[in-house]
């Protein structure tokens, strides 16, 4: 029996486990694969192969029963959570979202968690909005005495942003502004005649503002490397959520996964849902994963030297966790007493419209998927320091013209309807901020063992909420939002503040901050638990503060500089 169980954990033996393959863990696959380790990746949901597994990419409208409604009886009984959103239960993209019904949470307060269990993860839906955080941001917690002090600062990422924005592919346009740093960009996509109308006009009547075009994960001019690996330029179909079967946009499907598995050193399991770390009390370090098989429903262990935890930061601190022990039975490596805490977001759904009676005659081809940024101009200097409020934010949004459906509502007939048709609507612009959320103690996930997934797993309870400094952030937001658009002379300017649940921006951060001591923080400088040395966190769990900007590419930057490090201390003997 012991050969057997020695051969057993022979073949079941790797250089490294990565757990998720989404946006950081699909980056921590490639960059371990690439140092020569062999490295075990471990999805909790299906496999999903890049363009096979695409099954909606190329419908068109009409080609979706109900319009791609999903029928009213199914949302209730499986996607209650999901669909409050307004985006996730659509027959275009609802196979890439989780059922409510089979993996529940419970909350205190509203929180709208949105998740995709398979190989690629959220990295096939999210925005692509890809921008740096500048020292502004990492110093901040220090100046404000909030949260725990970010034990790196840009100059410690700076080299792992330039490498990382040169490897997905970011088109961009560099603005030279302290609070938005500059990148390693491809071109920029261009800006429509309102969008330049109102940038050239907002920024001679405001000072301090600035409108530049989004910097954005697809290429427009793609390099040899991104040649090599069958991607290719941006199709402007704005069909991303569904799978680009062009490789225009980063994902770990179509990127970081291909990578990792040209290396010949990728294992690649999915269908495996890691519940918990294996921890030796006489090393103090982790020895491996174990695992429930989603399909037979067996339990399998994994032994590594390096396990990277990427499972989204939520998932991430559920699995540590749920690895309590003797040595920590608050959670591996929670001495502490922070995982689970300090749960952040990105705030939105405030800003304004407007309409433009200019540029009738105007039009434009191809339907981008990007539109316009307007970066953070509060509380950037002694001159935009404000008094109501901490930190800032910045506006994503766009110019269009209404689409010919507007019709509908006349009742038009014959000539006179298909006269109308060729006509298109007026130009609206509308701007929408996204602003940073303060880390605060109490807001926290837990663990509810009462309360049981489809796999008899504990779920999490959701305690979280904006506070004050949100809150008088977002009337500001609204403010300055219908300022900027009545600077620009658009019509009809509109301020809104259509509400918001935590969770609603899907940038949840925080469950396990970075710090420079122990006692206030999970993880140390290079995204090692502080107690657990050869056990790194790189996704969203890591995040000391959420600042006001995308936070995906900071997720990347992080991981591969983490997983260099790790590499070195391996083969130092350290780890």
């Known amino acids: 029996m012991s050969n057997i169980n020695g051969k057993w954990q022979q073949e079941n033996t790797y250089d490294a486990i990565v757990i998720g393959s989404g946006i950081s863990g699909g980056w921590a696959a490639k960059e371990l694969t690439e140092k020569g380790l062999k490295t075990l990746v471990l999805e909790r949901g299906r496999m999903v192969k890049h363009i096979t597994d695409y099954p909606t990419m190329n419908f068109n409208p009409w080609d979706f029963k109900y319009g791609g409604r999903t029928p009213q009886e199914e949302v209730e009984k499986h996607y209650a959570k999901q669909s409050r959103t307004g985006y996730t239960v659509n027959e275009q993209w609802k196979h890439w979202f989780v059922k409510d019904s089979e993996h529940p949470y419970t909350e205190v ?5 949105m998740r995709g269990y398979h190989v690629g993860g959220r990295s096939i839906t999210w925005g692509r909005q890809s921008y740096r955080f500048s020292d502004i941001d990492f110093e901040a917690n220090a100046k404000d005495g909030i949260g725990v002090d970010w034990p790196i600062r840009y100059a410690d990422i700076a080299p792992w942003y330039d490498y990382v924005e040169e490897w997905i592919g970011v088109s961009g346009q560099n603005e030279g502004l302290p609070q938005l740093p500059d990148g390693k960009f491809q071109p920029p996509m261009e800006m429509n005649c309102v969008e330049q109308d109102v940038k050239a ?3 001679a009547k405001i000072p301090g503002r600035k409108i530049t075009m989004g910097r954005t994960a697809h290429i427009t ?9 069958g991607r290719g330029k941006c199709q402007f179909r704005n069909l991303c959520m569904r799978g680009c079967p062009y490789g225009g946009y980063f994902s770990s499907n179509g990127g970081s996964l291909i990578a990792a598995e040209q290396t010949g050193n990728m294992t690649l399991r999915p269908n495996s849902i890691v519940h918990s770390i294996i921890y030796d009390t006489k090393t103090d370090k982790a020895t491996g994963v174990r695992i429930l098989d989603a399909e037979t429903k067996q339990e399998m262990e994994f032994y590594a030297k390096i396990i990277f935890v990427n499972a989204s930061a939520f998932n991430s601190a559920w699995i540590l966790m749920n690895s309590a022990n003797e040595r920590f039975p608050n959670g591996l490596g929670n001495s502490s007493d922070q995982l689970g805490r300090n749960v952040m977001d990105h705030h939105f759904r405030t800003g304004a419209s407007g309409r433009s009676d200019d540029f009738q005659d105007k039009y434009y081809s191809g339907r981008r998927a990007n539109g316009i940024y307007i970066p953070r101009f509060r509380n950037v200097d002694a001159a935009s320091k404000r008094s109501d409020f901490l930190r ?3 506006y994503q949004g766009g110019a269009s013209r209404s689409n010919w459906q507007s019709l509908v509502a006349e009742m038009g007939i014959g000539k006179a309807l298909k006269d109308q048709l060729q006509e298109p609507g007026e130009w609206r612009m509308g701007i929408n901020g996204f602003g940073e959320m303060l880390p605060h103690p109490d807001n926290r996930i837990t663990l509810n063992k009462d309360v049981l997934d489809m796999y008899g797993m504990p779920t999490l309870t959701m305690d979280v909420e904006i506070k004050e400094n949100e809150i008088a952030m977002r009337k500001d937001m609204q403010a300055a939002a219908a300022e900027m658009l009545e600077a620009a002379g658009l019509k ?9 649940a935590p969770g609603l921006g899907i940038h949840e951060m925080g469950t396990a901050r970075m710090g420079r001591d122990p006692k206030t923080s999970v993880l140390n400088k290079w995204n090692q638990i502080h107690e657990v040395p050869n056990v790194f966190m790189t996704d969203g769990a890591c995040m000391a503060s959420a600042a006001c900007i995308n936070p995906s590419l900071t997720y990347m ?9 790790a590499v070195k201390e391996l083969k130092k003997g350290n780890l």
């Open 109 to 113: 307060k509203r929180f709208d968690w």
């Open 201 to 203: 006009k907002v920024e």
């Open 221 to 229: 001019q793609p390099t040899e490397t991104q040649k090599k690996l």
């Open 392 to 394: 800032g934010y910045g």
């Open 492 to 500: 009809d300017v509109r301020p809104y503040d259509a509400g918001y």
């Open 557 to 565: 930057a992080l991981t591969a500089r983490a997983a260099d490090y």
